[in-house]
């Protein structure tokens, strides 16, 4: 392999590692928040957290989801052909843009309030929905940034940018919730102070990455594709620009936002198929929190691994693209495949089979054993999780940014129908939502697998990327349950959840070299990779 393309895919690895060990901090900052807050507000309190919050994602998918990758998509070849001016302007014009859109999106947001909360028979929850609308402004700016450093490879202002609005969300949120408590609050006026947390941690992100472009020196990242011609290089009008930026963006945002759209409609229609069967409206507020604030939480941490994987791809296999350097092409597409692969495996098993002891190491008994056996069902949708993000990128990388929108409106009618009939069933019930979950990510990823099949000519090897770490998760799911039904009998249950995770982990890992899911070239890509190599040789645990 050239050694710029060794660079590029360095840059590469390096990006991911750092958005996946801040996606990691974010999630444990993001659970270290979900845990005193089930103890502040409960279930029931807690549902109206997170209608507010889902209703924002909705709106931020549909005014964020496209645009940073269009941005990073644009850069990244403008940057390869040594177009320096033009970078300068798609990052003013994508600015532009997502100014007008934060201020639309937040407007509706606030105006429809009420219209949301009547939608989930949660009338009072529309207090918590004004109280994070401006994030969406925030966000937006945010995002603008971040695509900009993304054309980049640069993932370290991204990664930063959303510790701080993490850490705003968990500090503030749980010092505004105890506020609350302790004035004699509400509970809806409670939740809206805690969300408030999150609004003001997003302003913060954004002054932060506002600061970061200003510092940020480009000609240090531009010098390897520096041409004679760079500063009289013709560079295309704003209204070609804008249109490329729109014309790439909103297929990615309808694709994106159907999923964020359906899991609204979702939460409506358990909130509503659980009330039509005779539950009462607090009591469905509790089963709506519990599932939402404990089993989807924690069904969430897993693909923080892999989003990263992602987010890094795109533009390096752009890149890869614009150069028409198939064998790197080939090699970026089966490499993020594979580790995506190797992540979300073990994760979907071991989840599935340890859900009653993790929930009970993060969380109040009661509000575990209520969630355990719905994440039992759901963890195993991680893997399907794991695959959608990398073939999404993979088909936006090679501007096919409407066949997702294909994928995710199968699943996503899969979704809708299959929960309301199945969360209508009284033997079912709530069960019904995380079967629905499971069902639409499948419908998804076989489609976008069909579409990557078709149009890019990607016929993955599945021994390698499917098979072999399969057998590998088996190992380690079966580790995980073993160990600890041994370990609870001698120890303190919550220690032998923290063993068996432990031990599990050393076994997959184990499991990964014997059967060599693993190869040289792999581990070769890695920081240090050389001594990495020359230690497994050791142990024989590669050739």
């Known amino acids: 392999m050239p050694d710029s393309s060794k660079k590029s895919n360095r840059l590469f690895l390096s990006g991911v590692m750092i958005l996946t060990f801040s996606n990691i901090l974010i999630k444990v900052i993001g659970l270290t ?30 005014s964020t989801a496209g645009l940073p990758v269009a941005v990073s998509i644009l850069i990244s070849e403008s940057r ?44 009072d929850s529309y207090i918590a929905i004004l109280a994070i609308a401006p994030t969406l402004f925030f966000i937006c700016v945010s995002s603008a940034i971040r695509g900009y450093f993304q054309g980049y490879q640069n993932m370290i202002p991204t990664a930063l940018s959303q510790i701080i609005e993490a850490l705003g969300k968990l500090i503030l949120g749980i010092i505004f919730a105890l506020y609350g408590i302790g004035q004699g609050y509400s509970m809806p006026v409670v939740a809206a102070l805690t969300i408030l947390g999150l609004t003001i941690g997003v302003a913060a992100s954004m002054l932060f990455l506002c600061v970061s472009k200003l510092l940020f020196n480009a000609r240090t990242y531009d010098a390897e594709y520096l041409r004679p011609d760079s500063d009289t290089m013709p560079v295309r009008s704003v209204k070609t620009l804008c249109g490329l930026l729109i014309s790439t963006s909103i297929p990615i945002m309808l694709s994106s936002s159907v999923m964020s759209f359906t899991n609204l409609l979702d939460g409506m229609i358990l909130s509503r198929r659980l009330q039509a069967s005779g539950f009462s409206e607090e009591m469905t507020r509790i089963i709506y929190g519990n599932y939402n604030s404990v089993a989807v939480s924690m069904f969430n941490f897993p693909p923080a691994l892999i989003y990263p994987i992602s987010y890094s791809v795109i533009p390096l296999l752009s890149a890869a693209i614009a150069t028409k350097d198939d064998r790197r092409v080939t090699f970026i597409m089966n490499s993020s495949l594979k580790t995506a692969s190797l992540i979300a495996l073990p994760c979907s098993i071991g989840m599935s089979v340890l859900s009653e002891p993790i929930l009970k190491l993060l969380f109040k008994e009661e509000s575990a054993v209520r969630a355990a ?53 009284p033997r079912v019930g709530i ?76 076994v997959y890992i184990i499991a990964v070299f014997v059967l060599r899911c693993v190869g040289r070239e792999d581990i070769l890509l890695l920081p240090k990779g050389e001594r990495i190599c020359r230690f497994l040789e050791r142990l024989r645990l590669i050739r």
Request: some cysteine; aromatic content about 16%; charged content about 15%.
């Open 33 to 62: 928040l979900k845990i005193p807050l089930t103890h502040i507000l409960g279930d029931d309190g807690m549902a109206y957290y997170d209608v507010a919050y889902k209703i924002y994602v909705w709106f931020y998918m549909i």
């Open 373 to 425: 056996p719905l994440l039992s069902v759901l963890s195993l949708s991680v893997f399907f999780v794991g695959m959608l993000a990398i073939t999404n990128a993979l088909l936006q990388a090679h501007k096919l940014e409407r066949k997702p929108i294909v994928s995710m409106t199968a699943g996503s009618a899969i979704k809708l129908i299959s929960s309301y009939i199945l969360i209508g069933i």
């Open 431 to 506: 069960y019904g939502a995380p079967t629905g979950t499971f069902l639409c990510y499948f419908v998804i990823s076989l489609f976008n697998f069909y579409f990557l099949a078709k149009y890019v000519k990607l016929i993955p090897d599945f021994r390698l990327i499917f098979i072999k770490p399969f057998a590998a998760s088996l190992l380690c799911g079966a580790a995980a349950i073993a160990s600890y039904k041994l370990l609870e009998r001698v120890i303190n249950p919550k220690a032998a959840t923290l063993a068996a995770i432990a031990f599990a982990a050393l």
């Open 80 to 123: 390869v052909k040594g177009n320096f001016r033009e970078v300068k302007r798609i990052f003013r014009i994508s600015l532009t843009l997502f100014i007008i859109i934060g201020l639309f999106g937040m407007g509706v947001m606030m105006g429809g309030a009420k219209l949301f909360a009547a939608a989930y028979k949660f009338p």
